[in-house]
């Protein structure tokens, strides 16, 4: 990897890492926060969900500007309005005898900021290296990054909580300011020229000239996400109410139980990212192996679930995400042209997001249902996700590409 990109690289996983604990650390805090501000679960379960589903909206139309206008200009303001919704939440809860819909409107805020600045971190590294393998080892980092957020957001968030209910909402422009800071001084940004830049017009037409073109290995990549992040975020959500009620596990040290599993899926990915280079095939039996190791963990916790077993095999689950994730990265980043690289990958950021909001309702009503039942769901979508890789992502017989070009060959 290019010495001077190395910083650039440490600016921009920084981005990842602050939208993750802007979300995700609030989590084991949901329960302080209805008690505080009396109000229902659902109300309180809003605060999450207003965040994710603005960024599920918002997140194409972020890709699109980043393609047009380029991607500080998009990244940059975004995560200052990221920012300025933690001050608005946590002002709200200080300050305000009723601060509930003040809170709600931070949030929205911040799913705003988040749509236009995390999803816009891949194909900015598409941008900034020549060589594939620089690439996946850039999204790797970055996914790591990611995942880094979530071992971390619900230890953070307790032991904030724990202090002042409301400091995790000031804690989100804190760590904003400090990404912007990086992102300005540190990241350097390929220019684009006047004739890369596209009328929407002529963006609607090439995107749907993609889809006619790679729509088959599109669409899987975009389910697959989908699958591993409703997997990923519906078994951290029973994990949690597991270790409460079953093991009374409570505060600080739930936390550290969820994280082992998300430390294993954060490790696998960084070593993942920095192995697959270039090579297609290599990365298609990777996400096998990966999806099929997450099948195997869920049937086998089917069979034997005690403690030891739980953790150890949600730690397998962990290492089989791990590994995935930067593959799935690395194809979608790579295999779409510079131009149109911010608007598919942001959709794909969608996606994932979808997988994130599904997760934790429908595994709350598969618990209420059946305890097994989350099993034979997690090995079934994982089992899915499986098919979708053999059927329909197939590198085609070129995959030894010229070693003189800079592109990735296209997926059959």
Same mark, same amino acid.
């Given at each position: 990897?290019?010495?001077?990109? #190395?910083?650039?690289?440490?600016?921009?996983?920084?981005?990842?890492?602050?939208?993750?604990?802007?979300?995700s650390?609030?989590?084991?805090?949901?329960?302080?926060?209805?008690?505080?501000?009396?109000?229902?679960?659902?109300?309180?379960?809003?605060?999450?969900?207003?965040?994710?589903?603005?960024? +599920?909206i918002?997140?194409?139309?972020?890709?699109?500007?980043?393609?047009?206008?380029?991607?500080?200009?998009?990244?940059?303001p975004?995560l200052?309005i990221?920012?300025?919704g933690?001050?608005?939440?946590?002002? !709200?809860?200080?300050?305000?005898?009723?601060?509930?819909?003040?809170?709600?409107?931070?949030?929205?805020?911040?799913?705003?900021?988040?749509?236009?600045?995390?999803?816009?971190?891949?194909?900015?590294?598409?941008?900034?290296?020549? #060589?594939?393998?620089?690439?996946?080892a850039?999204?790797g980092?970055?996914?790591?990054?990611?995942?880094?957020?979530?071992?971390?957001?619900?230890i953070?968030?307790?032991?904030?909580?724990?202090?002042?209910?409301?400091?995790?909402?000031?804690?989100?422009?804190f760590?904003?300011?400090?990404?912007v800071?990086?992102?300005?001084?540190?990241v350097?940004?390929?220019?684009?020229?006047?004739?890369?830049?596209?009328?929407?017009?002529?963006?609607?037409?090439?995107?749907?000239?993609?889809?006619?073109?790679e729509?088959?290995?599109?669409?899987?990549?975009?389910?697959?996400?989908?699958?591993?992040?409703?997997?990923?975020?519906?078994?951290?959500?029973?994990?949690?109410?597991?270790?409460?009620?079953?093991?009374? +596990?409570?505060?600080?040290?739930?936390?550290?139980?969820?994280?082992?599993?998300?430390?294993?899926?954060?490790?696998?990915?960084?070593?993942?990212?920095? #192995?697959?280079?270039?090579?297609?095939?290599?990365?298609?039996?990777?996400? +096998?192996?990966?999806?099929?190791?997450?099948?195997?963990?869920?049937? !086998?916790?089917?069979?034997?679930h005690?403690?030891?077993y &739980?953790?150890?095999? &949600?730690?397998?689950t962990?290492?089989?995400?791990?590994?995935?994730?930067?593959?799935?990265?690395?194809?979608?980043?790579?295999?779409?042209?510079?131009?149109?690289?911010?608007?598919?990958?942001?959709?794909?950021?969608?996606?994932?997001?979808?997988?994130?909001?599904?997760?934790?309702?429908?595994?709350?009503?598969?618990?209420?249902?059946?305890?097994?039942?989350?099993?034979?769901?997690?090995?079934?979508?994982s089992?899915?996700?499986?098919?979708?890789?053999?059927?329909?992502?197939?590198?085609?017989k070129?995959?030894?590409?010229?070693?003189?070009?800079?592109?990735?060959?296209?997926?059959?």
């Open positions: 990897m290019e010495a001077g990109k #190395k910083l650039d690289l440490l600016a921009l996983s920084s981005v990842p890492l602050v939208m993750t604990l802007g979300n650390m609030l989590i084991p805090v949901l329960p302080i926060i209805s008690k505080k501000l009396n109000v229902s679960s659902f109300q309180v379960s809003l605060i999450i969900t207003v965040y994710s589903i603005v960024a +599920i918002l997140i194409p139309i972020a890709g699109y500007l980043s393609d047009r206008y380029g991607r500080k200009a998009v990244m940059v975004c200052i990221a920012g300025l933690g001050v608005v939440s946590g002002w !709200a809860s200080w300050k305000m005898e009723d601060p509930y819909t003040a809170i709600l409107l931070g949030r929205v805020l911040q799913g705003i900021g988040s749509a236009g600045a995390a999803p816009v971190v891949m194909p900015l590294i598409g941008d900034m290296f020549k #060589k594939d393998e620089e690439i996946s850039g999204l980092l970055t996914e790591t990054a990611n995942t880094a957020g979530k071992v971390l957001s619900p953070i968030g307790a032991a904030l909580a724990a202090y002042i209910w409301y400091l995790p909402f000031w804690f989100i422009p760590f904003s300011a400090i990404s800071l990086l992102v300005i001084f540190l350097k940004v390929p220019k684009k020229s006047e004739k890369e830049k596209q009328s929407f017009s002529s963006f609607l037409r090439c995107v749907k000239k993609i889809f006619k073109q729509g088959r290995w599109l669409f899987a990549i975009f389910t697959i996400g989908c699958i591993i992040m409703f997997v990923l975020f519906g078994i951290l959500f029973y994990l949690s109410d597991m270790l409460e009620k079953q093991y009374n +596990i409570n505060g600080v040290k739930k936390g550290l139980v969820l994280a082992i599993p998300l430390l294993a899926l954060s490790i696998s990915s960084f070593f993942s990212g920095k #192995k697959i280079g270039e090579n297609q095939q290599l990365m298609k039996m990777i996400m +096998i192996i990966g999806m099929g190791l997450v099948a195997l963990s869920f049937i !086998a916790l089917r069979i034997q005690s403690f030891v &739980l953790l150890s095999f &949600l730690a397998v962990g290492v089989g995400i791990g590994i995935t994730l930067p593959s799935l990265d690395a194809m979608i980043t790579e295999g779409i042209e510079k131009a149109e690289r911010g608007t598919i990958t942001s959709i794909y950021s969608s996606m994932r997001f979808i997988g994130v909001a599904l997760g934790p309702p429908v595994y709350s009503y598969i618990m209420n249902v059946s305890e097994h039942m989350i099993y034979y769901i997690s090995a079934g979508c089992l899915l996700a499986v098919i979708v890789v053999i059927l329909f992502i197939r590198p085609n070129m995959s030894q590409k010229d070693p003189h070009s800079n592109h990735m060959p296209k997926l059959a």
